[in-house]
């Protein structure tokens, strides 16, 4: 019964390949976030949508292709592998985008060999 | 846009005593400011949020305080226990955007 749950966990790769994240949420949020978490810790937003549709757009390399199905569906895709795109990856949702706090789920580890 | 700031990068304190973290955002919009705290290898977890229209809240041994004409907001955590050890990110929020401060590492010593 996880609220938000992401898949893979883990994903070892090479640098160069494509892979895809996917995240889903049992909450009846509307709301959902990809955030990039580095080595240092920094939290850092990179899109947001609400109710499908795109709402937050952050400066991220155009390798990187969100797509919400529905509201309860935030994937990502990363074309073309760097290795500066190794970081760990949470995707959460919220209620509304305005003063809710965010549920995140517990990360993808993307590590680029 | 909004600049959130974040003090200390790291704190260490004994068991029992008490912890502060301040924050302070540069937007006069941002009307929500949560607080989360990350396990080592954990996801982030609301302890506890603020908004706009209140001075103080607490939840036990947390305390949340803001001051939103010097735009600076504080947690406080009294009584630490070595289970309080963390990393904690303060956030500001604002027309559906989230900006994070760059988290505080606190480490509470038995």
């Known amino acids: 019964d996880t609220a938000v749950s992401q898949t893979p966990k883990y994903l070892v790769t090479q640098m160069g390949n494509d892979k895809s994240i996917k995240c889903e949420q049992n909450?009846?949020?509307?709301?959902m976030y990809w955030y990039k978490q580095d080595s240092k810790k920094f939290l850092k937003i990179m899109f947001s949508?609400?109710?499908?549709?795109?709402?937050i757009n952050e400066t991220v390399p155009n390798r990187f292709s969100p797509k919400s199905p529905d509201k309860a569906h935030l994937n990502l895709h990363i074309n073309s592998l760097e290795l500066g795109d190794s970081a760990v990856y949470f995707c959460?949702?919220?209620?509304?985008?305005?003063?809710?706090?965010?549920?995140f789920g517990d990360g993808t580890r993307l590590s680029i060999l | 846009g909004e600049n959130v700031e974040q003090h200390p990068s790291t704190l260490s304190v004994q068991e029992g005593d008490s912890a502060v973290i301040k924050c302070t955002y540069s937007?006069?919009?941002?009307?929500?400011f949560p607080w989360y705290k990350q396990e080592l290898g954990k996801r982030p977890q609301l302890i506890i949020d603020?908004?706009?229209?209140?001075g103080e809240k607490k939840d036990q041994r947390i305390a949340v305080t803001l001051n939103k004409t010097a735009k600076h907001f504080s947690l406080h955590i009294t009584e630490t226990q070595p289970e309080d050890s963390a990393v904690y990110f303060c956030?500001?929020?604002?027309?559906?955007?989230?900006?994070f401060g760059d988290g505080t590492t606190l480490t509470v010593k038995p």
């Open positions: 949508y609400n109710n499908k549709e795109l709402i």
């Open positions: 959460a949702s919220s209620r509304g985008s305005s003063n809710q706090p965010q549920h």
């Open positions: 956030a500001a929020k604002d027309a559906g955007k989230s900006t």
């Open positions: 603020i908004r706009s229209n209140v």
């Open positions: 937007d006069s919009a941002s009307n929500y």
């Open positions: 909450l009846g949020h509307d709301t």
